[in-house]
């Protein structure tokens, strides 16, 4: 395994200039994974496909073909064998690639790529996680960054010298944006490595940056050879870890709830039960496989906004869910009623690490958790195609999931509707296989819970 070095950063912070500078410095190659990314950004709205898609995206990787090539020391990207070098740095394909980087299938198409080349190669390799998730056992792991401002101001410059006409309040609210987007995405987002060097650029020349990292490299690879020893001993581990979009840490399935909070639910959950059951036709099925305690997750199809109250009516412990960050913006009392009952918000699209994390807690401490893995309900009552969420909650906290299919027909609840709530048996991630939260992993989660949803269902 050749001498590794992770640059990772935000956009514009200088990453695919310095990273070169630097190979060149030190006889390394330069793997400009941005590029990977661009122009699969570029393949997929070439194909009028929607780059945040998970249903859109994955299917066109399958007759992508991305090279990296270089001639008279300089890197061209092939698509397909076309050189799309210039046309993937623009606003627009720099927005598309933060939004398809943040796609697991994405993610793994180009990992094996990206580290292949890093095993035969001593190299520098710049992106946004190549420090925590594509080269996680790198010798060398650097964080560059700059003040937003300045690298606004670098890039309407580069653009500028293009004949680009973006201004520069459109490239610093790119750049602002695509920040957000990279910190707060689901999968592998933008954050410096424990053992990684900061770097802040603002206040530095091309040069002086060089120069800085190169010392830094020097310096952490004087025992090259003892480095690599050891690597060899770890590479079975760094490649399954490295996979991993989240770690695993397991709830401990003992937490109890606040007496008094217990208290009221337990007050209520029958009072509501016998409401509902008087306004609506409403029966259940599979009720023997609801746990009795807490800390499990309860995957259903999605019909109407009565949905977690239906769910929850036959279990003992209160429940959490997640609701789209609107309906907290809705009058004080549906917000406070919402609250009430569990709810905590989400916003859709952002693939915000938080939320998984807030759900995460809320099952150690004790709550069950009501997750809707199509996202929106359904209209016509078809189950639609399931995001990845739920089974990435589920692979980390190693922890039951409930399917659940709530039935009606028409569109809309209304008094004296016939309403069927069935509850499927406890799908139990490790049973699985699933250990850990790779991709592949999520993948048959995923599939699983969505098949047990629909049988519940139709």
Same mark, same amino acid.
């Given at each position: 395994?050749?001498? &590794?070095?992770?640059?990772?950063?935000?956009?514009?912070?200088?990453? $695919?200039?310095?990273? +070169?500078?630097?190979?060149?410095?030190?006889? *390394?190659?330069?793997?400009?994974?941005?590029?990977?990314?661009?122009? #699969?950004? *570029?393949?997929?709205?070439?194909?009028?496909?929607?780059?945040? %898609? !998970?249903?859109?995206?994955?299917? #066109?990787l399958d007759d992508l073909n991305i090279e990296l090539t270089y001639e008279n020391g300089a890197q061209k990207v092939l698509l397909n064998g076309e050189d799309v070098s210039d046309g993937i740095r623009t606003p627009q394909i720099s927005m598309a690639a933060s939004a398809v980087s943040a796609l697991p299938a994405v993610r793994a198409f180009l990992l094996d790529t990206q580290r292949s080349i890093a095993k035969k190669n001593d190299i520098v390799m710049d992106g946004r996680d190549i420090g925590t998730v594509v080269l996680p056992d790198a010798q060398v792991k650097i964080f560059l960054t700059a003040a937003a401002e300045e690298r606004a101001r670098r890039r309407f410059e580069e653009l500028s010298q293009k004949g680009d006409g973006s201004t520069y309040e459109q490239v610093l609210e790119d750049i602002n944006q695509r920040d957000y987007n990279d910190t707060h995405r689901e999968t592998?987002? #933008?954050?410096?490595? @424990?053992?990684?060097?900061?770097?802040? /650029?603002? $206040?530095?020349?091309?040069? @002086?940056?060089? !120069?800085?990292?190169? @010392?830094?490299? $020097?310096?952490?690879?004087?025992?090259?050879? &003892?480095?690599?020893?050891?690597?060899?001993? /770890?590479? +079975? /581990?760094?490649?399954?870890? %490295?996979?991993?979009?989240?770690?695993?840490?397991?709830? +401990? +399935?003992n937490r109890k709830i606040n007496p008094i909070r217990q208290g009221f639910y337990s007050f209520a959950r029958p009072i509501v039960r016998f409401i509902f059951k008087c306004w609506f036709d409403l029966s259940y099925e599979g009720v023997e496989n609801v746990p009795k305690d807490g800390g499990n997750i309860f995957a259903s199809n999605h019909r109407s906004y009565g949905d977690p109250v239906f769910i929850a009516l036959m279990t003992r412990v209160p429940i959490s869910y997640m609701a789209k960050e609107e309906l907290f913006k809705q009058n004080i009392f549906f917000t406070l009623l919402i609250k009430a009952w569990g709810a905590f918000p989400v916003k859709r699209g952002?693939?915000?690490?938080?939320?998984?994390?807030? $759900?995460? @807690?809320?099952?150690? /401490?004790?709550? &069950?958790?009501?997750i809707f893995p199509e996202g929106t309900r359904s209209k016509d009552g078809k189950v639609g195609k399931g995001k990845t969420g739920v089974a990435l909650v589920a692979a980390v906290a190693q922890t039951k999931v409930v399917p659940v299919g709530i039935n009606f027909e028409g569109e809309k609840l209304s008094r004296k509707k016939k309403v069927v709530v069935r509850y499927g048996k406890p799908i139990i991630p490790s049973k699985l296989g699933v250990t850990d939260t790779s991709p592949e992993n999520l993948r048959k989660l995923k599939k699983k819970i969505m098949e047990d949803i629909t049988k519940l269902v139709y």
């Amino acid at each position: 395994m050749g001498i &590794n070095v992770a640059l990772d950063g935000p956009s514009g912070a200088g990453k $695919s200039t310095i990273a +070169k500078a630097v190979a060149a410095k030190l006889g *390394y190659v330069y793997v400009d994974t941005g590029a990977l990314y661009r122009t #699969l950004a *570029y393949y997929v709205i070439s194909k009028g496909a929607d780059p945040h %898609s !998970e249903e859109q995206v994955p299917p #066109l990787l399958d007759d992508l073909n991305i090279e990296l090539t270089y001639e008279n020391g300089a890197q061209k990207v092939l698509l397909n064998g076309e050189d799309v070098s210039d046309g993937i740095r623009t606003p627009q394909i720099s927005m598309a690639a933060s939004a398809v980087s943040a796609l697991p299938a994405v993610r793994a198409f180009l990992l094996d790529t990206q580290r292949s080349i890093a095993k035969k190669n001593d190299i520098v390799m710049d992106g946004r996680d190549i420090g925590t998730v594509v080269l996680p056992d790198a010798q060398v792991k650097i964080f560059l960054t700059a003040a937003a401002e300045e690298r606004a101001r670098r890039r309407f410059e580069e653009l500028s010298q293009k004949g680009d006409g973006s201004t520069y309040e459109q490239v610093l609210e790119d750049i602002n944006q695509r920040d957000y987007n990279d910190t707060h995405r689901e999968t592998a987002p #933008l954050r410096q490595a @424990e053992d990684a060097v900061l770097v802040d /650029s603002t $206040s530095m020349t091309i040069e @002086e940056v060089a !120069e800085k990292i190169t @010392e830094v490299i $020097s310096e952490k690879t004087k025992n090259t050879e &003892n480095t690599k020893n050891t690597e060899k001993t /770890s590479v +079975k /581990s760094a490649a399954r870890a %490295s996979m991993e979009i989240m770690p695993v840490r397991p709830i +401990k +399935k003992n937490r109890k709830i606040n007496p008094i909070r217990q208290g009221f639910y337990s007050f209520a959950r029958p009072i509501v039960r016998f409401i509902f059951k008087c306004w609506f036709d409403l029966s259940y099925e599979g009720v023997e496989n609801v746990p009795k305690d807490g800390g499990n997750i309860f995957a259903s199809n999605h019909r109407s906004y009565g949905d977690p109250v239906f769910i929850a009516l036959m279990t003992r412990v209160p429940i959490s869910y997640m609701a789209k960050e609107e309906l907290f913006k809705q009058n004080i009392f549906f917000t406070l009623l919402i609250k009430a009952w569990g709810a905590f918000p989400v916003k859709r699209g952002t693939g915000d690490t938080a939320v998984i994390d807030t $759900s995460v @807690e809320k099952l150690d /401490s004790g709550r &069950n958790l009501v997750i809707f893995p199509e996202g929106t309900r359904s209209k016509d009552g078809k189950v639609g195609k399931g995001k990845t969420g739920v089974a990435l909650v589920a692979a980390v906290a190693q922890t039951k999931v409930v399917p659940v299919g709530i039935n009606f027909e028409g569109e809309k609840l209304s008094r004296k509707k016939k309403v069927v709530v069935r509850y499927g048996k406890p799908i139990i991630p490790s049973k699985l296989g699933v250990t850990d939260t790779s991709p592949e992993n999520l993948r048959k989660l995923k599939k699983k819970i969505m098949e047990d949803i629909t049988k519940l269902v139709y």
